[in-house]
């Protein structure tokens, strides 16, 4: 049986009922497209006036800065984004003394000179003051630019920006000046801590020795005025022919980083007596020599103590790995590894000596926190090492065991001898000073500020 023939209407509108649907979807879709568009088209629009008042907002600062009449000190802390080793902490100690001193503006310029989530924050809290500024840049997320797409723009141009803000003076605390400095026309003052590339290179990583050496001559010739730490690395700086003497000041560290800190205990897993070293374990601190030294005692009719090393491995670390395991092993050494500030004051302090055998030092922050903490010390026969720790410590050729095993037994067998010798650290460790420190610093840069245009060496 067959139903009635449908008539054209019906046939329409069944037609209709079968395709509104879809054609609702569609046109629900477009116009959402549509609002969609348009919105983004207005935000556009609207970023760009957004965008011209930033881009204001920047040009005023650095107007301001220009305008600064003191003396402007631009100064790379790139250092303290990083784990603080010792050009960290030296930078760190100089900048904290000149928080409020007077007519000297320094401008600090860390790696990145933008605010935005994605900009990670710098180790340590920098130094705050009436003196300090922290040249930084807040990125909207409402401009015409994305803002990833902004910030790489901004990483581009920030050797523009700092040449625009006319620093009368470049400081590079390590070695070289940054790439941000390129463009920057100031009187460059560059810190020098050592020449281990030129003295002791088989000691340092190949991409380290390669890098110094590329960038060392480039950097003490465009600089006005060179800081050294120690008159030892002034003198290494002068004979292989990177500066003249006059262009040299020396500006010794001040006593460590722990004069500061407050002794917690130390680690449970050390044993007492114990001698301790204190640096990272790599080849330039002669730690392997140091267990030759415990082997020959060990050897000896001498009740030695446990050896007690505090530092990361460093680079050409695995041999070294194998003689600490198998000093650990035999029970007469122990390896802590990195330790905190408080632990190290602890250690520091309750140690019977501390052992130095390093071949090579620019300063010698150790043997000073050695001498700071009351501990006696025995250490390289260097020319910087009697520089620095003058009559506060017994020496040793780092380069023969014997010798240097001689040195530690007569002292392990005098308590009188460790003891004059403490005394004797602590006054050399009290004529440091970071206060002086920095201020010789600033009369660094004031003779480099005053340094004359056609005498640029």
């Not at 267990?291 to 990361?312: S, Y």
Request: with cysteine; charged share 25%.
């Amino acid at each position: 049986m067959t139903g009635r023939p449908w008539t054209p209407t019906q046939r329409l509108l069944r037609a209709l009922a079968r395709r509104l649907p879809r054609t609702a979807h569609a046109f629900h879709w477009t116009l959402a497209k549509a609002r969609h568009y348009a919105g983004r088209l207005w935000y556009r629009i609207t970023s760009v006036p957004r965008t011209w008042r930033w881009t204001r907002t920047i040009a005023r600062e650095v107007r301001k800065r220009r305008r600064d009449q003191r003396l402007t000190v631009a100064v790379d802390v790139t250092p303290l984004w990083e784990s603080l080793t010792g050009v960290g902490w030296y930078l760190f100690r100089i900048l904290e003394r000149l928080t409020h001193v007077e007519n000297v503006a320094i401008r600090l310029y860390g790696p990145n000179q933008l605010i935005g989530e994605d900009v990670p924050d710098p180790v340590v809290r920098l130094p705050e003051g009436p003196a300090i500024e922290h040249v930084v840049y807040e990125v909207p997320h409402d401009l015409a630019l994305r803002p990833g797409l902004l910030m790489k723009f901004m990483q581009l141009a920030e050797p523009l920006l700092v040449a625009l803000d006319r620093n009368r003076v470049l400081f590079a605390p390590n070695y070289f000046l940054p790439r941000k400095f390129k463009f920057a026309r100031g009187r460059v003052v560059t810190t020098i801590h050592d020449l281990g590339s030129r003295k002791v290179p088989h000691t340092l990583a190949e991409e380290t020795l390669t890098a110094l050496e590329d960038n060392l001559r480039r950097s003490t010739a465009r600089a006005q005025r060179i800081i050294t730490v120690s008159a030892a690395v002034r003198d290494e700086l002068v004979d292989l022919g990177y500066a003249p003497r006059e262009a040299i000041d020396v500006v010794h560290h001040g006593p460590g980083q722990l004069a500061e800190v407050e002794a917690t205990e130390i680690p449970e897993s050390v044993r007492i007596p114990y001698v301790l070293h204190v640096g990272t374990l790599e080849p330039r601190k002669n730690v392997l020599g140091l267990l030759a030294v415990w082997e020959i005692l060990r050897g000896r009719d001498v009740d030695v103590p446990l050896l007690v090393l505090c530092g990361r491995y460093g680079w050409k670390a695995d041999e070294l790995r194998k003689a600490v395991g198998e000093a650990e092993a035999a029970g007469w050494a122990l390896h802590l590894g990195y330790v905190g500030e408080g632990e190290l004051a602890a250690l520091y302090r309750n140690a019977t000596l501390v052992a130095f055998p390093t071949l090579y030092e620019g300063f010698g922050l150790p043997a000073v926190e050695a001498q700071q903490a009351g501990a006696p010390l025995v250490c390289s026969d260097l020319p910087v090492l009697h520089e620095v720790a003058g009559d506060g410590a017994a020496y040793a050729p780092p380069d023969d065991p014997e010798a240097f095993a001689d040195a530690v037994e007569a002292l392990l067998k005098d308590p009188d001898a460790r003891r004059s010798l403490a005394e004797r650290g602590r006054r050399n460790a009290a004529g440091l000073s970071w206060q002086r420190a920095a201020e010789q610093t600033v009369d660094t840069w004031t003779r480099a500020a005053a340094h004359p245009v056609e005498a640029a060496r």
